[in-house]
């Protein structure tokens, strides 16, 4: 008879603890307002500075006029330079009208109470208003150019961890995935492409229309080559791996060829610099004390006489 008692009591102050929680506690209404508050207060939140300064530089280069071939052009040159996000375009002519419009005006602040002709303050205005609008260009072709040097620089590296791969008896496909991990930190660039063959791959595309957006989107002449021998081996049915390691032998010859072109050059360019730094400095300590002991001793004699 007291177990029943004890037994129920507990369920008693159970019920009681839990009706009790929920009205007093927990309160579901008023968690749910809760966020609902705080997601309307997220929607009103201003953006950060950074995303509306990046939404003012759209707005600004839609205000640029630009024909349909060179917005072709560009959009390569930015894909080659590693620019590839929805929006970049206009992001660019935006900066080439913000950089060509507030650069003449801070140019013009800078020479207003310089002690200079009229003639020389419009001239640094022009080359201000120059600089600012063609400063752009200038930044995605020096990145573009360092993008191309990393991948070529990486190129020899993937190929051979690509043929240890395929000789170790994975797939095409798989090889290229293990090595956009293998070479994610190392070499960023050419993991960056690799990763963009497998999405395409993933997503439907033929494995030879792949390849080559990769080749166009690189630029590189190297990468191009080994695109092609790719497709080649995957249309006539030829050893992937022969032929990955065929093509490898052939990349370290063109590179140590490369090299030896570089070092025979060497001997021409370094005339200049031996003209102009090294000689200069070997007259000055072979021939300067013989001078400054003709003007001390043979000066004062030949005076006398």
């Not at 009103?44 to 530089?57: E, K, N, V």
């Not at 020899?156 to 994610?184: I, R, T, W, Y």
Request: some cysteine.
């Amino acid at each position: 008879m007291e177990f029943l008692y004890t037994l129920l009591l507990f369920a008693t102050l159970v019920g009681l603890v839990t009706v009790v929680g929920a009205r007093l506690w927990a309160r579901p209404k008023a968690v749910l307002d809760r966020l609902t508050q705080d997601t309307l207060e997220a929607r009103r939140t201003p953006p950060h500075p950074s995303l509306a300064f990046r939404d003012l530089l759209k707005r600004l280069g839609n205000v640029l006029p630009t024909s349909p071939k060179d917005v072709t052009v560009m959009q390569r040159r930015l894909i080659r330079a590693g620019l590839r996000r929805p929006g970049t375009l206009k992001t660019f002519y935006g900066a080439k009208v913000a950089l060509g419009a507030l650069l003449p005006v801070l140019g013009t602040v800078a020479v207003a109470g310089a002690d200079l002709s009229a003639e020389r303050k419009g001239i640094f205005v022009l080359l201000c208003l120059v600089t600012g609008f063609f400063g752009p260009n200038e930044y995605v072709r020096i990145r573009g150019k360092r993008r191309h040097k990393a991948i070529s620089r990486a190129l020899p590296n993937a190929l051979d961890l690509l043929v240890v791969c395929v000789e170790s008896g994975l797939g095409l496909d798989q090889a290229v995935m293990q090595v956009a991990k293998d070479l994610d930190r190392a070499h960023p660039e050419i993991s960056q492409e690799f990763s963009l063959v497998n999405l395409e791959l993933r997503a439907g595309k033929r494995r030879a229309e792949a390849l080559r957006n990769m080749a166009d989107r690189s630029g590189v002449e190297d990468l191009r080559k080994l695109v092609a021998v790719l497709i080649q081996a995957d249309r006539f049915g030829t050893g992937i791996a022969q032929s990955l390691r065929t093509h490898s032998d052939y990349m370290r010859v063109q590179a140590r060829q490369r090299a030896e072109e570089k070092a025979a050059k060497l001997g021409v360019k370094l005339v200049f610099p031996i003209f102009f730094c090294i000689l200069p400095s070997l007259f000055v300590v072979t021939v300067g004390p013989v001078i400054v002991r003709i003007i001390r001793e043979l000066l004062p004699m030949v005076q006398n006489m």
